[in-house]
């Protein structure tokens, strides 16, 4: 990722460990007006305390439904 502006960057959690923290640190300090919204098939429960503690915005289970993803990216984008 080259330093731009990107209002909302989709991360999987199920890519290879330890490389969704490494990429949601290199977004944030690249663009850290931008939100990050990660999705996994894990329920969220599992994954809570990590996606504070990774600095994710938003959380999706999968499998994605558009409409929910979409009221994600919209519910991120109305929290500016």
Known sequence: ???????IV????????????????NVKSLSPASKVLVFSFDPPGKHREFIKKIGADGYIN???????VLDSVRALVDSN
């Open 10 to 25: 989709v991360c999987d959690m199920s890519c290879v460990e330890g490389y969704a923290e490494k990429s949601i640190d």
């Open 1 to 7: 990722m080259k330093k731009k502006n990107h209002d």
């Open 62 to 68: 999968r499998p994605l439904n558009p409409e929910t």
